[in-house]
């Protein structure tokens, strides 16, 4: 979504992000997956009074916790920061609906204290004060080598975990695989809930032309015809027919394939680390993009597009694959949009009618969706709180607290019927919109992982250059990506002294 559509709260909390990333030492990723690091900071001992620690923050804006209290920080997922405003109120809204309200009312012995990035407090904030989190709620797929593990909050709570009797194997398998990827052999977290892919289509365009609509379990080829019959001009309107990220698509790739390759050690030196994505596999994943991103006239933007983004007009596109979050904002939930953005959505909802389906399967039959978009919970060693944290953990993880969750409009980690009928009947802006296939399929499953080292390459090179702007075709790209790309961005990111 174009700068220009955002409220001005929205624009000073991405110019807050982007001087954030930059006191890591990183930038904002807007083409290119760019470094952000964290570097350790001796923790402060300085403290205003007995039991509390003030944290100074580039708001200015006071903030402590106490020390009886159980720090709770979220990251890396918008709905948490919606609801606080540039003259000082604290995002706190979403925090408190779907789990702080639950927590308090389940343990009215222990003090909740919450924030959420980045305002009025950051990471390297808390850690130059030296009140770490007791209870950190983010994305395990990009941030436990880019933040937590530079900042030395990480621990193997596998031993924790099984003491308190927290059954992983009832738990998306999905999402446990992928916390053990970046966890050094270990388990840093336990998930929590994930932002499903979709695919959304607006009725609109396929009533107009008079094309029927995707069904749960369509393949790529499917869509693909879709996308064709419906990438066209109709007087002066223009109207494309698919959009579905190329990094993600790779990232969070269906056959769970890992790019890097394992070696002797899971904390390998950076000039250990190798890739590989010229295999068979790594080619056929990339080829079943590649044709959609050719249909003439149907050039790659964004999955935004599917509501306004960077298009003239709304409406416009016909599908997209995205996000559960961004169909609550779509459907008009105050819970996942902003007060002041909520009468430019509901302009635009006026151009879409919301379908929502399976995101397509490889082949005719085959059940497996993305790897799974988690949040997860992590309990830094540092935290003085760290039995009550497991409980709260051990309670988020139960069944009353997955269904809450559910019912709030993001899927939940556990699955029952008692969660997924759930699903979304907390958020009434979704009860005209089929949600069936929310549950529907198997998140990819990451393997082949043992004795590597995550680092956030840039995967976007692949489509995003080489592709759409060098013109290159699949096997070039990956070639080059692989053999050139990835090898000078790590020795890059090493010169810059960064180890993730």
């Known amino acids: 979504m174009s ?23 990183g930038a904002l990723q807007t083409t290119p997956a760019s470094a952000s690091s964290t570097t350790a900071v001796p923790r402060g001992t300085a403290q205003s009074a007995a039991g509390t620690v003030d944290i100074p923050n580039k708001y200015n804006v006071p903030f402590s916790v106490d020390d009886d209290e159980l720090f709770v920080f979220a990251a890396n997922f918008k709905p948490f920061e919606l609801g606080g405003n540039d003259q000082g109120r604290e995002a706190h809204r979403y925090f408190d609906a779907v789990f702080g309200d639950a927590i308090r009312a389940k343990f009215p012995n222990i003090k909740v ?7 009025p407090v950051r990471y390297e904030d808390l850690a130059k004060a030296g009140r770490v989190p007791d209870l950190i ?21 596998t031993a ?32 929590l809930w994930i932002d499903e892919s979709l695919l959304f289509y607006n009725k609109l365009i396929f009533d107009k032309f008079r094309v029927k609509y995707p ?42 394939l890992y790019p890097f390759v394992p070696g002797d050690s899971e904390q390998p030196a950076p000039e250990d680390v190798k890739v590989n994505l010229t295999t068979p596999e790594w080619k056929s994943v990339a080829d079943n993009l590649y044709r959609f991103l050719m249909i003439p006239r149907n050039n790659f933007t964004t999955v935004d597009d599917f509501f306004k983004g960077d298009m003239s007009f709304p409406g416009h596109l016909a599908m997209a694959v995205n996000s559960l979050s961004k169909l609550n904002a779509y459907a008009l939930s105050p ?35 993305y790897q ?24 988020l993880v139960s069944e009353e607290m997955q269904t809450r969750i559910s019912s709030y409009g993001m899927k939940a980690v556990l699955k029952t019927d008692a969660v997924v009928n759930a699903f979304g009947t907390a958020i009434p802006e979704l ?44 096997a070039s790209s990956l070639q080059v990506t692989e053999q050139q790309d990835i090898p000078d961005y790590i020795e890059a990111q090493v010169a810059r002294g960064l180890t993730w």
């Open 3 to 25: 700068e220009s559509n955002l409220s001005r709260r929205g624009l000073l909390r991405n110019g807050a992000l982007i001087g954030g990333l930059a006191a890591f030492g």
């Open 113 to 119: 204290k919450y924030a959420t990035w980045d305002y």
């Open 137 to 157: 709620l983010e994305d395990p797929r990009l941030r436990i080598d880019r933040d937590l593990e530079p900042l030395g909050w990480t621990q193997d709570i």
């Open 160 to 191: 924790l975990v099984q003491n308190a009797g927290i059954d992983l194997t009832k738990l998306n398998l999905g999402s446990v695989e992928q916390i053990k990827s970046r966890s050094d052999g270990g388990l840093y977290g336990v998930p």
């Open 215 to 256: 069904t749960v379990g369509s393949t790529y080829d499917d869509v693909f015809k879709l996308a064709e019959k419906l990438t066209r001009q109709d007087g002066i309107d223009h109207y494309k027919g698919y959009m579905q990220h190329p990094d993600n698509y790779l990232a969070m790739n269906q056959l769970g």
């Open 335 to 369: 819970y996942y949009i902003e007060a002041d953005d909520a009468a430019q959505y509901a302009e635009w909802a006026k151009s879409v009618q919301i379908g929502v389906t399976s995101m397509p399967v490889l082949s005719r039959g085959a059940r497996t969706i």
């Open 372 to 395: 799974p978009d988690t949040r997860a919970a992590f309990i830094p060693p540092q935290s003085k709180h760290q039995d009550q944290a497991l409980d709260v953990v051990k309670y």
């Open 431 to 474: 009860a005209a919109i089929d949600t069936s296939a929310v549950y529907w399929g198997d998140n990819a499953v990451i393997t082949n992982y043992q004795n590597t080292e995550y680092w956030d390459i840039p995967l976007y090179k692949v489509f995003r250059q080489h592709v759409l702007k060098d013109g290159m075709d699949v």
